[in-house]
């Protein structure tokens, strides 16, 4: 039953092989079916049998005294593709937050590599250097260097940078290098070139979440801030009218606090991923 499953999961995530590149796992995709369709498997059993026993806990008032195998067979399946999904959705997330850390200072790094150029130092050297740097994009340039050492030549190496890059101001980087050294054009003047696009799409970026921000910040005080300071007052004043007993009204303030906290971290937590990652 679980082969069936890997060549269902298979089928339905057909790109999962370039994403793990993408995410920068070394694992290839058969490996990683295999790995987490078994855990979802045992995932699925369990979550199935605890779901068995609670609604056969809740139905034996009723008087049943079997359960339809069709109905345990349904559940199962619902877990397994759920859980599975879970799972490999997981390099995906990996992917954003590869391409998070690696475009918030990959300008400074892509003006070190230029500075670099421009002081006559030939590319592999320049990227070794850039590799370096400590600086989160560094790290990737890093890969590049790497392969190189290993005895890619860095044509292919590039190339296999840019088929497995998570960011496209990355690649556009990568294809000025790709480029320059298939046609020996100057590559110090297109780099050039290309960082001050991105310098300035990052601006661009910067600029919309500025005017994004007010509006999100108005509906921050209104639902964060003053509705559960006035609510909180109303309901402390009503229930001097009301007579409400002191267990109901404290069971009232302790959902308005729970409400709140979750309120708050929703706020925090689209703030942050709003927010552009860029350094220019």
Same mark, same amino acid.
């Not at 295999?34 to 026993?53: M, P």
């Not at 790094?109 to 560094?138: W, Y």
């Given at each position: 039953?679980?082969?069936?499953?890997?060549?269902?999961?298979?089928?339905?995530?057909?790109?999962?092989?370039?994403?793990?590149?993408?995410?920068? *796992?070394?694992?290839?995709?058969?490996?990683?079916?295999?790995?987490?369709?078994?855990?979802?498997?045992?995932?699925?059993?369990?979550?199935?049998?605890?779901?068995?026993?609670?609604?056969?806990?809740?139905?034996?008032?009723?008087?049943?005294?079997?359960?339809?195998?069709?109905?345990?067979?349904?559940?199962?399946?619902?877990?397994?593709?759920?859980?599975?999904?879970?799972?490999?959705?997981?390099?995906?997330?990996?992917?954003?937050? *590869?391409?998070?850390?690696?475009?918030?200072?990959?300008?400074?790094?892509?003006?070190?590599?230029?500075?670099?150029?421009?002081?006559?130092?030939?590319?592999?050297?320049?990227?070794?250097?850039?590799?370096?740097?400590?600086?989160?994009?560094?790290?990737?340039?890093?890969?590049?260097?790497?392969?190189?050492?290993?005895? =890619?030549?860095?044509?292919?190496?590039?190339?296999?940078?840019?088929?497995?890059?998570?960011?496209?101001?990355?690649?556009?980087?990568?294809?000025?290098?790709?480029?320059?050294?298939?046609?020996?054009?100057?590559?110090?003047?297109?780099?050039?070139?290309?960082?001050? =696009?991105?310098?300035?799409?990052?601006?661009?970026?910067?600029?919309?979440?500025?005017?994004?921000?007010?509006?999100?910040?108005?509906?921050?005080?209104?639902?964060? =801030?003053?509705?559960?300071?006035?609510?909180?007052?109303?309901?402390?004043?009503?229930?001097?009218?009301?007579?409400?007993?002191?267990?109901?009204?404290?069971?009232?303030?302790?959902?308005?606090?729970?409400?709140?906290?979750?309120?708050?971290?929703?706020?925090?937590?689209?703030?942050?991923?709003?927010?552009?990652?860029?350094?220019?």
């Amino acid at each position: 039953m679980i082969i069936i499953f890997q060549n269902l999961l298979k089928k339905i995530f057909s790109d999962l092989g370039s994403n793990l590149k993408k995410a920068g *796992r070394r694992e290839k995709s058969d490996a990683f079916i295999k790995k987490y369709s078994r855990y979802a498997f045992i995932f699925s059993v369990l979550l199935t049998l605890f779901g068995l026993f609670v609604i056969l806990e809740g139905i034996a008032n009723r008087g049943w005294k079997t359960i339809s195998l069709v109905y345990i067979i349904f559940v199962f399946i619902v877990c397994f593709m759920f859980i599975a999904t879970v799972f490999f959705s997981m390099p995906k997330l990996e992917i954003k937050k *590869r391409k998070f850390a690696l475009e918030a200072d990959l300008l400074y790094s892509s003006r070190f590599l230029l500075l670099k150029l421009e002081s006559g130092a030939p590319i592999l050297n320049a990227l070794i250097d850039v590799s370096k740097l400590h600086t989160k994009s560094s790290r990737v340039i890093g890969e590049i260097v790497s392969d190189v050492y290993l005895g =890619t030549p860095i044509e292919k190496a590039i190339n296999i940078a840019i088929e497995n890059s998570p960011s496209e101001s990355y690649t556009k980087i990568l294809e000025e290098i790709k480029n320059s050294l298939k046609t020996g054009a100057d590559l110090e003047k297109s780099l050039k070139s290309t960082l001050d =696009t991105l310098t300035k799409e990052h601006m661009i970026e910067i600029k919309e979440y500025g005017k994004k921000l007010s509006p999100l910040s108005m509906m921050y005080m209104i639902i964060g =801030t003053i509705l559960p300071a006035m609510g909180s007052a109303i309901l402390v004043v009503a229930t001097g009218f009301i007579e409400l007993p002191v267990r109901t009204g404290t069971t009232i303030l302790v959902v308005m606090l729970v409400s709140l906290i979750i309120t708050q971290m929703f706020f925090i937590l689209f703030f942050k991923a709003l927010k552009p990652q860029v350094m220019t």
